[in-house]
């Protein structure tokens, strides 16, 4: 049974900071590309950050000098720091795993997802 576990969330004011963390259970962490996906009230879901298996990563444009994910193959987890958070920046982080995806930042590529972990930011 595969299981996305995410952690990290909560309130914080504009310019601070949080690391969200996400543990996959029931595959073979180190063979999945991992991504951090995000929707706020009334929006779409959006890429937010990916890595491949290889290391390789991928940000989109808003967060790319702010938010930084890696992962610990070790811990079967994968993180995204985010620094000097905004307001538009609030919504429900979702983990996303999937083995070997074509396009890293579309969200249907993607088989395994966690419950989602809230992240307000207060201006």
């Known amino acids: 049974q595969v299981q996305l576990v995410e952690s990290g969330g909560g309130l914080v004011q504009a310019a601070g900071s949080l690391r969200l963390s996400c543990v996959l259970s029931g595959r073979t962490f180190r063979t999945y590309t991992m991504a951090w996906f995000r929707q706020a009230p009334g929006k779409e879901r959006d890429f937010v950050a990916a890595?491949?298996?290889?290391?390789?990563?991928y940000y989109r444009d808003s967060v790319k000098d702010r938010f930084t994910i890696s992962r610990d193959n070790a811990k079967n987890t994968v993180y995204l720091q985010m620094n000097s958070l905004k307001p538009e920046d609030t919504a429900v982080y979702y983990c996303?795993?999937?083995?070997?995806?074509?396009?890293?930042?579309?969200?249907?590529?993607?088989?395994?997802w966690g419950q989602g972990t809230q992240v307000t930011v207060s201006s």
């Open positions: 890595i491949r298996e290889t290391g390789n990563t």
């Open positions: 996303a795993a999937d083995y070997l995806p074509l396009r890293v930042m579309d969200g249907d590529e993607y088989d395994y």
